[in-house]
């Protein structure tokens, strides 16, 4: 037997159909994801359906692929869902409530599988993006924040409080009560470096503020960066999640 048959017959007999509900078939193949779960695809075609090759056949997840992902990544940026949206077009995948599918034709069922399996596995593999790009999203996360629940207290986006300073910017000044306060999105070491300095410039000429920065993660700087920042700054969030669940707190009573 050639390599050709061989695959062919090793391949054919490890499929199989199981009915989960009316209309609705489990293809079990050898297809996984990397911890090795049986990637999950269903077939929305009757049990005793005779299908002519120019037969509609959906494929989908029923929403599985999405409810997997949640447990270790959330959609909750729009830099996010650019990516996930890329992912799907560049495998021919849709969206429809949740369920990711791939409209195909009888004749054409062995490739759009696959293709959809592979689609699948690039989505999940998204989870992974919690540590590789994360930092890359801290200012965008942290925009989407202050915009969407923050908006009421007076806030402004890139201010330069020195005329002839250009490299000192401030990212948000937010002015609840009158005195402006200097809030500065902290992602690494350079940019606790910049936030000390700008903080102590204003300070030299004779700027009246208060100052607020928001953290990445504090515990990453180094020693003497936290001793810096913290000199010089009036109020940090150690990070993000920590100024999410006490930044409206914070500014009401600034407000008041």
């Not at 049986?38 to 299908?51: G, H, K, Q, S």
């Not at 500065?184 to 700027?207: I, N, P, Q, W, Y």
């Not at 993660?217 to 940090?236: G, I, M, N, P």
Request: net charge negative.
């Amino acid at each position: 037997m050639n390599p050709l048959s061989t695959l062919r017959d090793q391949f054919q007999t490890q499929i199989e159909l199981r009915e989960k509900r009316p209309g609705i078939q489990q293809l079990f193949a050898p297809l996984y994801h990397e911890d090795g779960d049986m990637v999950d695809i269903f077939l929305d075609v009757p049990t005793a359906a005779d299908l002519a090759p120019a037969d509609a056949v959906r494929i989908s997840d029923h929403g599985l692929t999405l409810m997997r992902l949640s447990y270790a990544f959330e959609l909750d940026s729009p830099n996010k869902e650019r990516i996930f949206q890329r992912i799907l077009a560049e495998n021919g995948i849709e969206e429809r409530s949740g369920s990711l599918v791939i409209d195909t034709q009888a004749q054409s069922l062995y490739p759009a599988i696959l293709q959809f399996a592979q689609g699948i596995a690039k989505v999940c593999n998204m989870r992974l993006f919690k540590r590789e790009v994360l930092a890359s999203l801290f200012d965008e996360m942290l925009t989407d924040f202050i915009q969407s629940t923050l908006g009421r207290f007076h806030v402004r986006p890139g201010i330069y409080p020195l005329a002839d300073r250009d490299d000192l910017e401030v990212d948000w000044e937010f002015s609840p009560r009158g005195v402006p306060i200097y809030l500065f999105g902290v992602k690494d070491t350079a940019k606790a470096r910049l936030t000390a300095l700008s903080c102590l410039e204003f300070l030299r000429h004779g700027l009246t503020f208060k100052s607020v920065a928001v953290h990445e993660d504090f515990e990453k700087l180094t020693r003497k960066d936290r001793t810096r920042v913290t000199s010089a700054c009036d109020k940090q969030f150690t990070g993000l999640d920590d100024f999410k669940q006490n930044a409206e707190q914070y500014f009401s009573r600034e407000a008041a």
